[in-house]
């Protein structure tokens, strides 16, 4: 029989508090095969740690079980501690005396019963264990960033500093993403061009950085440190290799079609870039809206390029790359305020979103800067912000708050008594939420210096009036109804995933929330990081959040990529499903439930049987649990080890020790 | 019958006598004329020994998972049969062009005990018709319902003509819907009084293991319930409810409601009744049909990414 230790922690008062641990070592000492048993305040710490080690030599320890925390806190930890010493990391075992007993428990007396059972368990899986070797896979040290705006050009740029390849996929024909519609940024009031557009040209000419814009994402196989990628690129009908930018053909291509990226109060060309200072710069067609696609004459584009580069019969292009990690930088969308119809927005043209407040604020926009309202172009002399439009609102299906928008909207009427000094700004909030640095002083100011009015309370409805927009509220701080007759009406409204954000997950095997963003491994130890190994999060793809926020964790993804990179090759956890071919009987019901695509075929003897990928399985079980025949196996939680710990948790009669 | 009959003999001598089967499965006399019993045919001549009427009750697709290892199968098929080979298919254990499959319209099984029973004496023949069986006994020639002569299995059917037929004798039937009525009634029990209804099942259980020999939707090479990990020897009521719940949910999702288990059950355990419930509960919880169809993606057989992922933290659900 193996030669077990059980080790005990207090956790402070965490377990110690609800659990008599000295009652459960004695009781784990008298259980069979274990051969020592302590416990100790924090087992996690270098003492505690090294408790461990000493017992694994001097007792000759052949597995160890640590009643503690929650293996995903510290199963490493503990791992690590016994390889130091010599054992085979897998055999450590942990017993979830913290989270599934003292911490939902009061009862003293009960909790250390269940918490011996717990231990009885982890002892009677020791027994049965194997030693596991870690996987070693190889690594290819090249990342593929999805996604071009300020988070994917961080992460980028910070990855190709350090010495590797970068593949860099834009879906827009240029770079910049969200952050190219802004006008300025707040605290700083810096504007957002001024940060952004030096940031794209020097990505774009970085060595180490492969643009691939106007592209996307089709397929991801394989595993981290070999992951293949499918990107396929979408037809420009123009030849970027010899295009020079010169722009003629925008200049005299004769169809005007509105612009989404001015938010459709501006004009754009069949053929062009979306704003001047697009990198790579380089039009395309809008096939959707150019004459000769639509009727087969014009070709205006045709004649006037001076280089011959307007190639109707382009096609889409695939090609394959083999990548080490991933970085999705996808970004956020802004929710289509349509369905607040009280709002009236889409139905008086002088109700628009935050964003196209952004264009009419942008010297670039279709307004060149100056604040004129839609309707008749007239310089706003009143102004309505109204924020949480579709954001902590769990009876429209958002309880979340979207967190840019307090700060953007502060910005907003800062900028507009800027532009409008004799112009009042009102805003209409749940609450302010300014944390961050300078925030909060920010907001102050437009209240003090620019005068916005501030008034607490949900708008009922927005109709028009004549030319004006009648906004009625309450002002909850006063108790009273408020009426402001406004010239325009800005929405904040709520930030949300992209519209096709859970089909990118789903081939890249992310988890999303009930929203759509993308879930991190761990909301606070490992927020860049995905249950997918080798796939990091940078910017509002996993949560709303601002450019200052979004940069840092770029950086905090590409540090996660440059230390993956730094490996010569990749160590990975051993429990993975393994098949037994024996037993198996080449159904292949294991294949569907695999969400890693890790089950393939293979021939032995006469028959087909099933066979795991170990770089592709991430250890689920869905397969061990959907075979019938017991073929499939999980390393480490085999139905043997499994079976004895129900039946020690069965045969336990209740007293403790 | 006896003009299907003449042609199934046809064309299994045909297929013998071509090689284009080494063995064609069908029916044979048993000891008692209304006992036939399954017939392997492996030369010309034994396929006149075939023969096809109202008491061949056993299901044949089962017999194919052996007799294929040898070379290509002929069989003749019911719906039920028809159901069982699709089973085998989609689970990979046969492949299609090993098969041959002779298809029959089947309007029920004469179950011999229950029409001797209904008829008073023996009955040597019978034809089904409509709503009524006619019995045919040595002194009379009489009509009874349905429910007093036929297996309980056939009474539920949905499916009377395979799908999967090279060739069909005879017309088809269209398939209708499964009667899951008699679920209802259990559903209805408290539950303490459910839990003796089915512990006074299960306690009869012999553990012939027999409702597995037969089904087709337990086709696997090495079956967990033989494992001592799993189930243990004996036969005490805990390992009779272990047994019967892992057998039912191993085929949840996959029976095919041919009803071959109960009709093989010696001790008479309702387990048509077990498996029509987790159909039902599948039906209505999944929406796929039932019984559900191999080959369609099976509703517990599959990983779906649109799953709202309700249980974790702070998910939708929790």
Known sequence: ?657 | MSDIQARLREIARRLLTEGHVRVFIGFGPGFEANRPVPFFAADPDAADRLLLDEFCAAGLARYVLEEVREGPVGLVARGCDGLGLERLLADHRVAREQLYVVGVSCRGVVDPDRACAAAGEEVRAARVNGETVTLITPTAERSFPRSACLLDKCLRCQDPTPRIADVLLGEAIPPGERDLAHVDAVERMPSDERYRFWARQFERCLRCLACRQVCPACNCVSCSLDRPEWLERGTGLAEQFMFHFTRAYHVAGRCVACGECERACPAGIPLGLLNDKFMKDLRDLFGVAAPHRPGDVEPLGKFCPDDPEGWHEGGEGT
């Open chain 1, 1 to 657: 029989m193996p030669r077990i230790g059980v080790v005990v922690c207090w956790c402070g008062h965490n377990i110690a508090g609800t659990v008599d641990v000295t009652q459960v070592t004695a009781a784990a000492a008298a259980m069979p095969g274990v051969v020592y048993a302590e416990d100790y305040k924090y087992v996690c710490s270098e003492p505690g740690q090294d408790l461990i080690r000493r017992a694994i030599a001097d007792k000759r320890l052949d597995a160890v079980v640590v009643a503690a925390c929650s293996p995903s806190m510290h199963e490493a930890t503990f791992r690590q501690a016994a390889a130091a010493a010599g054992l085979n990391p897998y055999r450590v075992e942990i017993a979830n005396v913290r989270e599934q007993c003292s911490w939902v428990h009061r009862d003293r007396e009960e909790a250390t019963v269940k918490a011996v059972a717990l231990v009885q368990a982890m002892v009677a899986k020791a027994r049965r264990e194997e030693p596991l070797e870690a996987l070693r896979l190889p690594v290819t040290r090249r990342a593929l960033v999805i996604g071009g705006g300020i988070a994917g050009m961080q992460a980028a740029m910070d990855i190709a500093d350090a010495g590797y390849q970068v593949l860099l996929v834009e879906r827009e024909p240029n770079l910049g993403g969200r952050m190219a519609q802004l006008s300025e940024t707040f605290p700083t009031l810096d504007c957002a061009s001024c940060i952004l557009t030096p940031r794209t040209a020097e990505v774009a000419r970085h060595p180490r950085i492969e643009l691939l814009t106007y592209s996307e994402v089709r397929e991801v196989a394989g595993y981290v440190g070999d992951f293949r990628v499918r990107i396929a690129r979408k037809p420009a009908y123009v030849d970027w290799d010899r295009c020079i930018g010169c722009m003629l053909c925008q200049e005299k291509c004769p169809r005007k079609v509105p612009s989404p990226f001015e938010r459709d109060m501006g004009f754009k060309k069949a053929i062009g870039v979306n704003f001047p200072q697009a990198v790579p710069n380089r039009p395309v067609i809008d096939r959707e809206h150019c004459t000769y696609f639509e009727k087969g004459k014009c070709q205006v584009c045709v004649r006037v390029c001076p280089v011959e580069a307007v190639d109707f019969e382009q096609r889409e292009t695939v090609r394959e790359e083999a990548v080490g990690a991933i970085v999705v930088a996808t970004g956020f969308d802004v929710l289509a305020p349509a369905e607040f119809g009280e709002y009236g927005y889409g139905r008086y043209p002088d109700v628009i979103d935050s964003l196209a407040f952004e264009r009419l604020n942008s010297s670039s926009g279709p307004t060149g800067g100056v604040i004129r309202r839609p309707s008749d172009g007239r310089v706003p002399r009143e102004v309505v912000f109204i924020q949480c439009v579709g954001s902590r609102d769990p009876d429209r299906g958002r309880g979340y708050c979207s967190k840019i928008c307090c700060m953007y909207t502060a910005k907003h009427a800062m900028l507009y008594r800027h532009k409008v000094p004799d112009g009042q700004a009102y805003v209409f909030y749940m609450d302010v939420r300014a944390g961050g640095k300078g925030y909060e002083e920010f907001v102050q100011r437009t209240v003090e210096q620019a005068g916005a009015l501030y008034l607490r309370g949900r708008v009922a409805r927005v109709y028009p009036e004549g030319d004006r927009m009648l906004v009625r509220g309450v002002d909850t701080l006063s108790g009273q109804t408020v009426e402001v007759a406004a010239d325009l009406v800005v929405l904040a409204t709520a930030a949300v995933p992209r519209g096709d954000a859970r089909e990118l997950a789903q081939l890249l095997k992310v988890g999303t929330d009930a929203h759509g963003f993308y879930n991190e491994a761990h909301p606070k130890l490992r927020p860049v990081e995905t249950m997918t190994r080798g796939i990091f999060l940078a910017g509002a793809v996993q949560a709303p959040r601002d450019i200052s926020e979004t940069v840092a964790q770029a950086s905090g993804a590409a540090s996660k990529v440059l230390a993956l990179f730094s490996q010569e090759e990749l160590v990975a956890d051993p429990l993975v499903a393994v098949v037994d071919e024996t037993r198996c009987a080449g159904c292949f019901l294991c294949r569907p439930v695999c969400p890693y695509q890790a089950i393939s075929t293979r021939v032995a003897g006469n028959r087909e049987v099933a066979t795991v990928n170990p770089g592709l399985c991430q250890g689920c079980g869905a397969c061990a649990v959907a075979c019938r025949s017991g073929a499939m196996a999980l390393k480490g939680f085999t139905d043997e080890q499994i079976l004895a710990e129900v039946e020690a948790l069965c045969l336990r009669t209740g007293s403790p020790g």
